[in-house]
Nanobody, 118 residues
Framework: QVQLVESGGGLVQPGGSLRLSCAASGFTFSIYDMSWYRQTPGKERELVAR???????VYADSVKGRFTISRDNAKNTVHLQMNNLKPEDTAMYYC????????????WGQGTQVTVSA
């Protein structure tokens, strides 16, 4: 059974940092594109960052220079280092796995809450 389990969310002051983690199991992690999305009430889920099997990355304009996505294929984990956090970063953050060649798999975690407030 496929599982994606997020952790590392919490309450942080503006300008602070958090490191999110996603532990994956039940599929061939190394060949999947891994992404972080976020969503707030009443707003559509948006892509924050993506890293493919070769390590290439894509970031939303709103987080460029502040967030860094990384993966460890030996541990089947993906991370999102978030620095200089702003109140507008407040959201539920979700881990996503997508098989890029055949597009046969598209999996989501339960999410972890990030709240940025003074």
């Amino acid at each position: 059974q496929v599982q994606l389990v997020e952790s590392g969310g919490g309450l942080v002051q503006p300008g602070g940092s958090l490191r999110l983690s996603c532990a994956a199991s039940g599929f061939t992690f190394s060949i999947y594109d891994m992404s972080w999305y976020r969503q707030t009430p009443g707003k559509e889920r948006e892509l924050v960052a993506r890293i493919n099997s070769g390590g290439s990355t894509v970031y939303a304009d709103s987080v460029k220079g502040r967030f860094t996505i990384s993966r460890d294929n030996a541990k089947n984990t993906v991370h999102l280092q978030m620095n200089n956090l702003k109140p507008e970063d407040t959201a539920m953050y979700y881990c996503n796995a997508k098989e890029p060649l055949f597009r046969s798999g598209d999996y989501w975690g339960q999410g972890t809450q990030v709240t940025v407030s003074a």
